[in-house]
């Protein structure tokens, strides 16, 4: 059976990482943010891309999209606590 100075020390390690997720979630938002602002604006270029080039859309564009749609979903599962798994730039890029 746990004495009380057991439970105390498991209360303070959890009590700091959860203000160090907190610091983590406030830096993803940030990020998200951004991230968010440059899908609109790379939306605009694939578009007078495809507009000039027959509908033919730039493929690093496509790609670069849908690696940032994979890291807003996992950072979106971060913020909602629904994976412990930290984004870039903690984990790898996908």
């Known amino acids: 059976m746990p004495n009380d100075d ?5 209360n303070v390690d959890d009590y700091e990482n959860i203000w160090l997720r907190l610091v983590h979630m406030v ?8 991230a968010s ?6 939306t605009v270029a694939q578009f007078l891309i ?3 080039n027959q509908r033919q859309p730039n493929d690093q564009l496509a790609e670069m999209g849908t690696t940032m749609g ?3 979903a996992k950072a979106s599962r971060y913020q909602t606590a ?3 798994v930290k ?3 903690w984990t790898e890029l996908d």
Request: negative net charge.
């Open 27 to 34: 830096i993803i938002a940030v990020l998200m943010s951004m």
């Open 70 to 72: 994979v890291w807003m």
């Open 82 to 84: 629904a994976s412990e």
């Open 6 to 10: 057991d439970r105390s020390d498991v």
């Open 87 to 89: 984004p870039w730039p």
């Open 50 to 52: 495809m507009l000039v």
């Open 37 to 42: 602002t440059l899908l609109g604006i790379m």
